[in-house]
Nanobody
Framework: QVQLVESGGGLVQAGGSLRLSCAAS????????MGWYRQAPGKQRELVAT???????NYADSVKGRFTISRDNAKNTVYLQMNSLKPEDTGVYYC??????????????WGQGTQVTVSS
């Protein structure tokens, strides 16, 4: 009933920038929070950044000062601006959303992921 679609991933050189987008669609009443997670090859998935509908943000220590999460509540969309990218930022980035569906039921949803590759 709810789908998340990520976009904006790609290949970039170290020091470059990328902007990821994630749009939620479907039978949505409201979205309490959205976030980004990533999984590097051979590693566990980790939290990158989260944002509530009210605008409160949380970042992993490794990305503080380089990444910025933002949202457009009217569009049910979350963004991740990634600057000063490093090779260790390489991985699959997944969008996450805490959703109250139109039927009033709460659910946690994930996108399929978008690849980010940072070359040295």
């Amino acid at each position: 009933q709810v789908q998340l679609v990520e976009s904006g991933g790609g290949l970039v050189q170290a020091g470059g920038s990328l902007r990821l987008s994630c749009a939620a669609s479907g039978r949505i009443r409201s979205i309490n929070a959205m976030g980004w997670y990533r999984q590097a090859p051979g590693k566990q998935r980790e939290l990158v950044a989260t944002i509530t509908s009210g605008g409160s943000t949380n970042y992993a220590d490794s990305v503080k000062g380089r990444f910025t999460i933002s949202r457009d509540n009217a569009k049910n969309t979350v963004y991740l601006q990634m600057n000063s990218l490093k090779p260790e930022d390489t991985g699959v980035y997944y969008c996450n959303a805490h959703v109250i569906r139109s039927d009033g039921i709460f659910g946690v949803y994930w996108g399929q992921g978008t690849q980010v590759t940072v070359s040295s």
